[in-house]
Nanobody, 122 residues
Framework: QVQLVESGGGLVQAGGSLRLSCAAS????????MAWFRQAPGKEREFVAR????????YYADSVKGRFTISRDNAKNTVYLQMNSLQPEDTAVYYC???????????????WGQGTQVTVSS
């Protein structure tokens, strides 16, 4: 198994930025497609972004496209989510995820991090 630990969450004003990190241990992230999901109060866990293990192709939910950037550093065994132009609607617990599957949805995720809280104030 791989262990995933998120960090970098916090409280920011609308329009601000945060950079989340996901540190992996136990196995290398090069084995997996990596992704970020989020879950807001009263809502289901939703897909945010993913990065392919081979091509590093990036995919984003429409709600964050153009504002968020996912990246990976295999040497550091870490995945990042750069979040810019944050809005109150982005407030959620953000989860790092690893999967062997090509379908990056919650039901296909093999490993989850513990989550990190992101709160955006207006």
């Amino acid at each position: 198994q791989v262990q995933l630990v998120e960090s970098g969450g916090g409280l920011v004003q609308a329009g601000g930025s945060l950079r989340l990190s996901c540190a992996a241990s136990g196995r290398t992230i090069s084995l997996y497609n990596m992704a970020w999901f989020r879950q807001a109060p009263g809502k289901e866990r939703e897909f945010v972004a993913r990065i392919n293990r081979i091509t590093s192709s990036q995919y984003y939910a429409d709600s964050v496209k153009g504002r968020f950037t996912i990246s990976r550093d295999n040497a550091k065994n870490t995945v990042y989510l750069q979040m810019n132009s944050l809005q109150p609607e982005d407030t959620a617990v953000y989860y790092c995820a690893a999967t062997y599957s090509s379908r990056m949805e919650a039901n296909s995720v093999d490993y989850w991090g513990q989550g990190t809280q992101v709160t955006v104030s207006s």
